[in-house]
Nanobody, 123 residues
Framework: QVQLVESGGGLVQAGESLRLSCAAS????????MGWFRQAPGKERDFVAA????????VYADFVKGRFSVSGDNAKNTVYLQMNSLEPRDAAVYYC????????????????WGQGTQVTVSS
């Protein structure tokens, strides 16, 4: 089992930045990639970004390229999502997830999920 705890969400104004963190514990040796997803009310859970673990190869959804950046700290078993130039459409619950395979955009490819952290962006 792998446990994931997200933090860093909150309320910001459009154009501002947030950094989300996701700390992994448990059987972390089984992690091969970590991903970020988001889900707005009434919508499906969408892929945001992923990073291979360790190694740092990154993959992004088209709608966040150039604004968001995913990174990891292997020693802390923590992955980060730096979000810049936030827009109201970015408001959602952001989830961290891990899988025992390589990076993937598929929500059903991930094995463990965090509880989510709310991001609200006011215009």
């Amino acid at each position: 089992q792998v446990q994931l705890v997200e933090s860093g969400g909150g309320l910001v104004q459009a154009g501002e930045s947030l950094r989300l963190s996701c700390a992994a514990s448990g059987r972390t040796f089984s992690i091969y990639s970590m991903g970020w997803f988001r889900q707005a009310p009434g919508k499906e859970r969408d892929f945001v970004a992923a990073i291979s673990w360790p190694g740092g190869r990154t993959v992004y959804a088209d709608f966040v390229k150039g604004r968001f950046s995913v990174s990891g700290d292997n020693a802390k078993n923590t992955v980060y999502l730096q979000m810049n130039s936030l827009e109201p459409r970015d408001a959602a619950v952001y989830y961290c997830a891990v899988r025992t395979g390589g990076t993937s955009r598929g929500v059903y490819d991930y094995d463990y999920w965090g509880q989510g952290t709310q991001v609200t962006v006011s215009s």
